[in-house]
């Protein structure tokens, strides 16, 4: 089974920037889904930003130009750098991949923005 495992959430003052890390168990290059969701109480968890099919990605409209999606395949991990951060994005922040036919998540990690 493969895990992945998140890291880098934290409490920002609005403006600010955070860095997730989520490092897979198996060499990153080999999955071709492979991204950030988040999801706040009470409502559904929602795509950030995805790679597929390759090096393309699909970043959520709400995140474009603040978010940045990056893949470093040696470390078999996927980055995605916060910039200029709202009260807006705070939610649990879930690494996903799709691995095998099934749908592969992280155990999620918290990010608060304060106003």
């Known amino acids: 089974q493969v895990q992945l495992v998140e890291s880098g959430g934290g409490s920002v003052q609005a403006g600010g920037s955070l860095r997730l890390g989520c490092v897979a168990s198996?060499?990153?290059?080999?999955?071709?889904?492979i991204g950030w969701y988040r999801q706040v109480p009470g409502k559904q968890r929602e795509l950030v930003a995805k790679f597929f099919g390759g090096n393309r990605t699909i970043v959520a409209d709400s995140v474009k130009d603040r978010f940045t999606l990056f893949r470093d395949n040696t470390k078999n991990t996927l980055w995605l750098h916060m910039k200029d951060l709202e009260p807006e994005d705070t939610a649990v922040y879930y690494c996903?991949?799709?691995?095998?036919?099934?749908?592969?998540w992280g155990q999620g990690t918290q990010v608060t923005v304060s106003p």
């Open positions: 996903y991949a799709f691995i095998d036919a099934n749908n592969v």
């Open positions: 198996r060499n990153t290059a080999s999955i071709d889904i």
